[in-house]
């Protein structure tokens, strides 16, 4: 199953912005919620960085140190030209690592942030093994941002999309979506869960729901440039509609 979760992401490598996700929009609100987090001086790692969009996004817009690790040799040879393409040649640091080895680190970090990687893991042991050890690489006081997409959020937006008449919306095949009970329940060992942010709440309602309705009235598929999706970005999380979340944790 794992080698075929890698030869997909492997297959993206090259997509640019779109790389990990069609929907750009999406990853624009799940970059600005890590961001937000985010202060000048850090040492900074992401699990899970894909073709460096976020990692690049980021460096440019705060004065940290970023170490960058992903599972796919093809992403991380992209990320490396990514950043050579915006000028940034040899300023991030990025490596193949598959998280479910749990290779020894130089270094511990201030904080540490993934975006959807913990959800191309197979099953819920191996996502919390995973958990596990990113925020044991944390120094004390320092931060995991873990931003992936709640199987609980899902569901309340496929509530909606069934009483207005559409299909409910399924996780792609190689997605294990996150069980926010599991966790809420989840024991880590000097690390404590202090929030959740439901950040695209709004954005998901109006565009998996107002948007896909209004485009399957006009006998369309939905675009993710629509005006409404666009409109979505602006306007404040309401509600727990919300497929990406943030749930932070902190090592004390």
Not at 5 to 11: A, D, K, M, T
Not at 210 to 235: C, F, Q, T
Request: charged residues 20%.
């Amino acid at each position: 199953m794992q080698d075929k979760v890698l030869e997909y992401w492997n297959q993206r490598a090259g997509l640019n912005d779109k790389a990990g996700s069609d929907d750009v929009l999406a990853k624009r609100l799940e970059v600005r919620a890590i961001s937000n987090h985010i202060i000048d001086g850090m040492q900074v790692a992401e699990f899970g960085c894909g073709n460096g969009e976020t990692a690049i996004h980021i460096f440019k817009n705060k004065k940290i140190d970023l170490d960058c690790y992903d599972f796919s040799p093809l992403m991380i040879e992209n990320a490396i030209l990514n950043t050579i393409n915006h000028g940034l040649e040899n300023k991030i640091k990025f490596q193949v690592n598959d998280i479910r080895a749990e290779l020894n680190l130089k270094h511990k970090y201030d904080l540490i942030y993934s975006e959807r990687m913990i959800i191309n893991l197979p099953d819920w042991f191996t996502q919390a093994k995973a958990i596990k050890y990113i925020t044991g690489n944390l120094k004390t006081g320092g931060r995991y941002l873990m931003c992936e997409n709640s199987i609980q959020g899902l569901k309340n937006i496929n509530v909606f999309r069934t009483m207005v008449g559409l299909e409910e919306i399924v996780p792609p095949w190689h997605n294990l979506y996150i069980n926010d009970d599991l966790i809420s329940n989840l024991k880590l060992n000097g690390v404590q869960l202090v929030g959740v942010e439901a950040f695209s709440s709004t954005y998901y309602f109006l565009s998996r729901v107002v948007n896909a309705w209004l485009a399957n009235r006009a006998g369309m598929k939905p675009s993710y440039d629509s005006p409404v999706n666009h409109l979505a970005m602006e306007i404040p999380p309401v509600g727990d509609f919300s497929q990406g979340k943030l749930w932070i944790f902190e090592k004390i």
